[in-house]
C-alpha cells in the first residue's frame, strides 16, 4: 500500500500548471472533482483519498486552473477549460479505468469529461460515476433573468457566499461556456452505473436536477439517493461515510 503523494505539478505548454495528489494503488482509480471556487483541500475530496490509500487502491485529487494550489487566474477560466484540466491530468497520470466522483459543478464536468473519455477511449475507460449534488447546467438554472442579464451586459456576476472568505464570481466567458454544454435536454450518452447523493435540504441545487440527471442518463444502472437534512455539501460524517460507501461499492463491482 502506498501513501498520498505530496502536491505535484503538472506542467502543460501554454496552459496553467495543475496541482495534485495521485497516490498509486489498485484500479480503477477514483477521481475527485471539486465544485465551483473549491479546491482539493476539500473534505470530501481528502477524506476519500485517505480511505482509498488505506485500500491500496489508487486515487488522484486536483485543484482546476485558477483554483487552490494551480496557476492561472480564475477569471479566465472556463467550464470546458476545466474539464480540458481534467483530461489532461487523466492522460498524464492515470492508466486504465477510471471512477469519477463530481460535487456540484464537478457532477457537471464529471460527466463531460467522461463522455469524452468514453468517446475518445471506449466504454471500459469509465467505471462508474458518482455525483454529489451534481450541478449539470447550472448556468440554465442556477440564475434569475436578472442575474443573467448583469453577466452578459456586465462581464461578471459577483454574489456573496456562504462557503467561504471571497464572493462567487461568474464571468460571461464561464456562462456561455456552460450554455454551450447543456446536457438534460437530451440523452447523455453513458453506459457505466451512476450512483448520485443529493441532500433533501440542499438550497443551492435542488434535488430535482439529480432526478432529471437520472432520467437523462442512457445508463440502466442508476441510482438516486436523498439525504434527509443533507444540505449542499453532504460533508457531515454520516454523509462522508455515505460517500466513501458509495465508491467502495462501485469499485469493488465496477461492472
Known sequence: MSEPAMPEYLDRPGRPRLAYRHASGAGPTIIFLPGYMSDMAGGKATALQA?????????????????GLSDGLFADQTLLDWRGDVLDLIDAKVEGPVILVGSSMGGWLMLLAARELVAR??????????????????????????EKAIILAEGALIEE???????????????????????????????????????????????????????????????????????????RDGDIALLIDTVARLATHPD
Do not use: M
Not at 480511505?51 to 483554483?67: I, N, Q, T, V
Not at 471500459?124 to 436578472?146: H, K, M, Q, Y
Not at 450512483?195 to 441510482?223: F, K, M, N, T, Y
Open 121 to 146: 477511449d471506449g466504454p471500459a475507460r469509465v467505471a462508474g460515476l458518482v455525483g454529489i449534488a451534481a450541478a449539470p447546467d447550472f448556468t440554465r438554472w442556477g440564475f434569475s433573468p436578472e
Open 161 to 235: 457566499t456562504p462557503y467561504g472568505d471571497q464572493p462567487y464570481v461568474t464571468t460571461r466567458a464561464f456562462f456561455q461556456s456552460g450554455e454551450a454544454n447543456l446536457l438534460l435536454d437530451g440523452e447523455i450518452p453513458l453506459a457505466c452505473p451512476v450512483r448520485l447523493l443529493h441532500g433533501q435540504e440542499d438550497g443551492d441545487v435542488p434535488p430535482d436536477i439529480s432526478l432529471r440527471l437520472a432520467a437523462a442518463l442512457a445508463s440502466d444502472d442508476v441510482q438516486v439517493t436523498l439525504v434527509k437534512g443533507g444540505d449542499h455539501r453532504l460533508s
Open 51 to 67: 480511505w482509498a490509500s488505506a485500500e491500496g487502491r489508487a486515487s488522484l485529487l486536483l485543484d482546476y486552473a485558477g483554483c
